[in-house]
């Protein structure tokens, strides 16, 4: 699938997500390759790690300016630049903190932002751990047959991982 960007928001996250690794990048080309998936050998101090990313994955994400974040994937792309060359991003929204727990299941709730309020394109290399994280909608009474998605509040599942 092939997208042509002409948003600002999308571009001056790209040109960011860019510097990020030290790249100055006029961004001429305005398209972008779009995937399922992605593939990736992720170097470690001990292990070279094989990681697979899909589309609404949650993943811990590790940015400079958050620390160690959430946040869903909504996009895997690659993008040309203009040494030629493709470089591989992911294009997420954010899950924010809202530091208070939910009041009968005790997990922490987070907010899901699909706005431009914090950075949505990053390298895909700042996925740090592909170990997926479990969220699930805090549902309220609208949530019938699908999830009323207008409410945007989301449950950590903390105690998804802990065996019995
Ligand atoms: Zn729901």
Redesign the pocket.
């Known amino acids: 699938m092939n997208i042509s960007f002409d948003t600002s928001l999308f571009q001056t996250d790209l040109s960011l997500a860019y510097e990020s690794f030290g790249y100055q990048a006029s961004l001429n080309n305005k398209t972008c390759n779009f995937y399922k998936c992605a593939s990736y050998i992720q170097n470690t101090q001990n292990a070279k790690i094989q990681c697979h990313l899909n589309i609404d994955d949650v993943v811990t994400i590790q940015v400079a300016d958050y620390g160690e974040s959430y946040a869903i994937i909504k996009g895997i792309f690659k993008h040309k630049s203009n040494d030629g060359y493709f470089y591989p991003f992911i294009y997420v929204d954010w899950f924010e903190n809202a530091y208070k727990n939910h009041n009968k299941l005790d997990c922490p709730i987070f907010i899901l932002r699909h706005d431009g309020f914090y950075r949505k394109i990053f390298p895909l290399t700042v996925v740090d751990k592909v170990r997926k994280v479990h969220f699930v ?1 805090d ?1 309220n009474t609208r ?1 019938k047959e699908n ?2 998605l207008e409410n945007k509040h989301y449950l950590k599942n903390d105690f998804f991982f802990k065996a019995i």
């Open positions: 909608h549902c949530c999830h009323n």
